[in-house]
C-alpha cells in the first residue's frame, strides 16, 4: 500500500517569515504530487501540482520534487495569517488508476 | 469552479443502523472518490469509482459499500454503522490525473 509521509506534523511561523513542508512517497509508481490546502472547518483545495523535477513558483508559493528520491517540499514565503492551515500532500501514479493517496498533513500556524 | 454536492451535512445515527452518505457532481468527471478525515491521518480513500456502474475499494474499505448509479452520482454505504465510524467524510470528483474537487463534507456520529 502506498504511503505518503508528510513533515513536520505542526509548524508555526511569524508573519512574514518562510514556511517549509515536506512529502515523500514511498511508491516508485508516483509520478505527481500534488498539494492542497484546507482552512478549518472546510473542504481541501488544491494549492500547486508537479510532476516534473525542479521548481515551481506561483506568487508566495514554490513547490520542489526530486524524482529520484520521491519528495516534494512546499515553500510559503512572506507568510500571513490567513495561511494558517492544513497542508496536505497528495500523489497520483501511473498505473492508470487515478488513485489519490493523502498524507496526514502538516498544520501551519502563522502569527501575528 | 467544479461543483460536488454532499448530503447530508450532519448526521447522527446509532450503532447498528444503515447509513446512506450521498454526492451529487455536475462536472460530467469520470471519477468520484470517498475520503475519510480524521485527526493525525489525513484524509483516507475508501471507495472511488471511474463512472457509471463501476466501484473500486480503496484503501480502507472494511465496513462500507459504495453505490455508482450515474455519472452524477456515488454514495457510501454503511450497512451497520460502528461508533469507529464516527468521522468527517469528504467526497471529490476529478477527471484523469487532474484537480480533485472535494464537497463541503458529512460530519458523521454515529452513538
Known amino acids: 500500500q502506498q504511503k505518503v509521509q508528510q513533515s513536520p506534523e505542526s509548524l508555526i511561523v511569524p508573519e512574514g517569515g518562510m514556511a517549509s513542508l515536506n512529502c515523500t512517497s514511498s511508491?516508485?509508481?508516483?509520478?505527481y504530487f500534488w498539494w492542497y490546502r484546507q482552512h478549518s472547518g472546510k473542504s481541501p483545495k488544491m494549492l500547486m501540482s508537479i510532476f516534473s523535477n525542479g521548481e515551481k513558483e506561483e506568487g508566495r508559493f514554490t513547490v520542489h520534487l526530486n524524482k529520484a528520491s520521491l519528495h516534494t517540499s512546499l515553500h510559503i514565503r512572506d507568510s500571513q495569517p490567513s495561511d494558517s492551515a492544513l497542508y496536505l500532500c497528495?500523489?497520483?501514479?501511473?498505473?492508470?488508476?487515478?488513485?489519490?493517496?493523502f498524507g496526514a498533513g502538516t498544520r501551519l500556524k502563522v502569527i501575528a | 469552479e467544479a461543483a460536488v454536492t454532499q448530503s447530508p451535512r450532519n448526521k447522527v445515527a446509532v450503532t447498528g443502523g444503515k447509513v446512506t452518505l450521498s454526492c451529487n457532481q455536475t462536472?460530467?468527471?469520470?471519477?468520484m472518490y470517498w475520503y475519510r478525515q480524521d485527526t493525525g491521518h489525513g484524509l483516507r480513500l475508501i471507495h472511488y469509482s471511474y463512472g457509471a456502474g463501476s466501484t473500486e475499494k480503496g484503501d480502507i474499505p472494511d465496513g462500507y459499500k459504495a453505490s455508482r448509479p450515474s455519472q452524477e452520482n456515488f454514495s457510501l454505504i454503511l450497512e451497520l454503522a460502528t461508533p469507529s465510524q464516527t468521522s468527517v467524510y469528504f467526497c471529490a470528483s476529478g477527471e484523469g490525473q487532474n484537480t480533485l474537487y472535494f464537497g463541503a463534507g458529512t460530519r458523521l456520529s454515529v452513538l
Open positions: 497528495a500523489a497520483t501514479s501511473n498505473t492508470g488508476n487515478y488513485k489519490y493517496v
Open positions: 462536472n460530467n468527471h469520470n471519477n
Open positions: 511508491d516508485r509508481n508516483v509520478d
